[in-house]
């Protein structure tokens, strides 16, 4: 169970600066908060962040396509990045 009085005093902005790991976003335009994906990616040490095209956030859990993307890229991802 999740609720808003847990998740809303979360600074995910603020935590940004501490990942110090090779990070991964997939985001989109019409998904929740693109502005805060943008500055999320800016104050990350190593950031890749990709853009498809959606119809909103939900879109992200339930379009076969969407997951596909996403579940593809962070395959490259990791596939790249191992050490």
């Given at each position: ?6 998740t ?11 990942i110090t790991v ?5 985001h989109?335009?019409r998904?929740?908060?693109p ?22 956030q939900?879109?992200f ?5 969407l997951?596909?993307i996403g ?11 191992k050490?």
């Amino acid at each position: 169970m999740q609720s808003w009085a847990y998740t809303s005093t979360f600074d995910a902005i603020g935590a940004a600066k501490l990942i110090t790991v090779p990070t991964i976003i997939i985001h989109s335009e019409r998904a929740l908060a693109p502005s805060l994906a943008r500055r999320f990616q800016a104050d990350l040490n190593d950031a890749h962040i990709l853009w498809v095209e959606s119809s909103g956030q939900i879109d992200f859990y339930d379009d076969p396509r969407l997951i596909a993307i996403g579940a593809d890229a962070v395959a490259r991802f990791f596939t790249a990045t191992k050490h």
